[in-house]
Structures are given as structure tokens and as C-alpha cells.
């Protein structure tokens, strides 16, 4: 298991798991499961976790 933030034991897959379920920024996902809050050394792992979910949900096309 990889950890994204060791300040606070969180695993990758926690991370990904709070991103599916709708954090769609640092404070959100810190909100949710405590990463980034301490140090903010993994800010930079989180937004990458973060641009990957935006890249694989495509975006709706509006219709007028």
C-alpha cells in the first residue's frame, strides 16, 4: 500500500476513494480523510490524483 500522506497515515487508495466520492479539491479531500492537512508536503501527489479523475470523467457537452 501506498501512502500519499505520511503525516496522517493515509493511503492512495483513501485518497482515490474520497475523489470518487466527490472531493474535487485539497481542502475537500483533506475534509474527508485528513491528507494534506498537516504539512501539505503531499499537496502536490494530491492535485496530480485529483487532474487524473478531471482527464477520465468526460465532460458533458451543453445543449441549448
Avoid: W
Wanted: glycine fraction near 8%; include cysteine.
Amino acid at each position: 500500500m501506498a501512502y500519499v500522506c505520511l503525516c496522517n497515515s493515509v493511503s492512495e487508495r483513501k485518497v482515490r476513494r474520497v475523489i470518487d466520492h466527490g472531493a474535487s479539491s485539497i481542502d475537500e479531500v483533506g475534509a474527508a480523510c485528513g491528507a494534506g492537512t498537516t504539512c501539505h508536503g503531499c499537496h502536490d501527489t494530491i492535485d496530480d490524483l485529483l487532474d487524473e479523475q478531471r482527464v477520465s470523467i468526460p465532460r458533458l457537452r451543453r445543449v441549448s
